[in-house]
């Protein structure tokens, strides 16, 4: 998740369907509100949200759980838009930037293969391939000036990751001795993370930058282990999984400068971080200690359960969250009375006084992230400074003498209180297993959301 700003939205068609819903309310030992983003028109669907942006605009798609068929969407402010598609039938959006555009993939007309698009002010463009004899490629990250992360397949049937430009697609090529590589996110400093594939070796996640793709190296006790990269942020963290997310093994990490962190889990063996904002608060899913798959927001070196967080009498089931923005407001996908939902989660105003605050919130003093650095004692005061002498008090305001302040407690500054479906084959001959495997998650339920976000 990166840094956005403001922007409007333009509805796209006719389509475009209004979800009234009641304000959230918090309750007490809720620390968010929940809002179901709601559904397009049309049948019995399923809603996955993948990304969000500062303004808390959403994007992700809607699949009719009857006819397959997936339509990417853009939700602003209790309004889902569809965004339509390259003329096939299907359309995945990945990620929303600042200005409110939107990457993902779609089919072109005639065909069920996946192709890169960029969504802006109601157009949808088709962004290419990295050769002319392939049809397949897929966008899934996007910074705000414009540029393009992803993967394409190229002219020898492998699939390279690539940056989009301007109308020029980049081929960021491989690390050495592997033959695939697929693109998952870029940042404002233009760095694109994702990784590396080939038969018999394990994946290894990469960072790339204009001096080349550096190998983000193995998490300690899972060396072995297949290690994906999903998402960067500006301050050049990356998270993702070393494991697998189709067997539901391994553990989430955080990379930052050299260093592989083990994020943990909600009590069972499996965590996969999917999205982090600048402050370095990571999301994503994990299994509980029941074996249940659980969202969860890591934060100060601790994972907490998105479910104990929010009113458990709201309906909601939250299974994994997506993205993360700098205010905090998570976006992912649960069920909600019985049916898949996406949510968007907002920190409850820290100003309500049914907001808990918890004294007994640990930090973990090893987390590179941790905000809670202690104050400067040889900082000087500023003479300079006078109180307003027309302030007053209110002569009626006590205080309660029974209260106390609790001497050990800190205040957090950040905080108060799918693999991408891929195509068949390409002209040139049929694709590696990765990119097969890719392809049979494009035609299931179980598109996993790679980003993020």
């Known amino acids: 998740m990166r840094s956005h700003g403001s922007f409007g939205i333009a509805l796209v068609g006719c389509g475009a369907l209004l979800i009234a819903a009641a304000l959230p309310v918090p309750s007490m030992g809720q620390a968010y509100t929940v809002v179901d983003l709601g559904t397009l028109s049309g049948g019995t669907v399923e809603v996955y949200a993948t990304s969000l942006n500062d303004d808390a605009a959403v994007v992700g798609w809607v699949e009719n759980t009857g006819t397959g068929v997936a339509q990417a969407f853009l939700w602003d402010s209790g309004t889902m838009s569809p965004l339509g598609t390259l003329g096939g039938a299907d359309s995945f959006g990945l990620q929303v930037n600042s200005s409110g555009a939107v990457v993902g993939q ?91 594939e080939k038969l018999g070796l394990p994946d290894r996640a990469f960072l790339w930058s204009a001096a080349g793709m550096t190998n983000l ?47 943990g889990t909600l009590g069972g063996n499996y965590s996969y971080a999917s999205g982090l904002n600048d402050a370095g608060q990571v999301v994503g899913e994990s299994k509980t200690a029941g074996g ?39 976006t992912g996908y649960g069920t909600h009375t019985g049916n898949v939902r996406s949510f968007l989660l907002t920190l409850a105003d820290p100003n309500d006084p049914n907001t808990p605050i918890d004294p007994n919130e640990p930090t973990d ?55 991408p479906p891929a195509g068949c084959c390409g ?27």
Request: charged fraction near 15%; include cysteine.
């Open 427 to 453: 002209a040139a001959g049929p694709m590696p297993l990765a990119v097969t495997f890719m392809v049979m998650c494009w035609f299931g339920l179980g598109r996993a959301v790679r980003r993020r976000q």
């Open 365 to 419: 003093p090893n987390d590179p992230t941790d905000p809670n650095e202690p104050t400067d004692p040889n900082i000087p005061t500023d003479p300079n400074q006078t109180t307003d002498p027309n302030q007053t008090t209110d002569p009626n305001q006590t205080t309660d003498p029974n209260q106390t302040t609790d001497p050990n407690q800190t205040t957090d500054p950040n905080g108060t209180t799918t693999p």
């Open 217 to 263: 190296g193995t998490l300690t006790g899972f060396d072995s282990n297949d290690i994906q990269a999903y998402a960067i942020n500006d301050n050049d963290q990356v998270v993702g999984l070393a494991g697998s997310e189709t067997a539901q093994t391994g553990r989430g990490f955080l990379w930052q400068t050299g260093t592989m962190t083990n994020i």
């Open 292 to 330: 249940q798959l659980h969202a969860f927001v890591w934060k100060n070196g601790v994972m907490k359960d998105l479910n104990d967080e929010i009113d458990p009498a709201s309906g909601w089931v939250l299974e994994r969250a997506t993205d993360i923005n700098s205010s905090g407001q998570i």
């Open 106 to 196: 779609s089919n072109l007309t005639g065909l069920s293969t996946p192709r890169a698009f960029r969504y802006s002010a109601g157009t949808m463009t088709d962004l290419g391939t990295l050769s002319a004899l392939s049809s397949v490629s897929s966008a899934e990250g996007l910074n705000d000036a414009g540029k393009v992360a992803g993967w394409s397949v190229t002219a020898t049937s492998a699939s390279h990751a690539f940056v989009w430009q301007s109308g020029t697609m980049s081929d960021l090529g491989t690390l050495g001795g592997y033959t695939d590589s697929l693109g998952m996110d870029i940042n404002n400093n233009g760095k694109v993370v994702g990784w590396n």
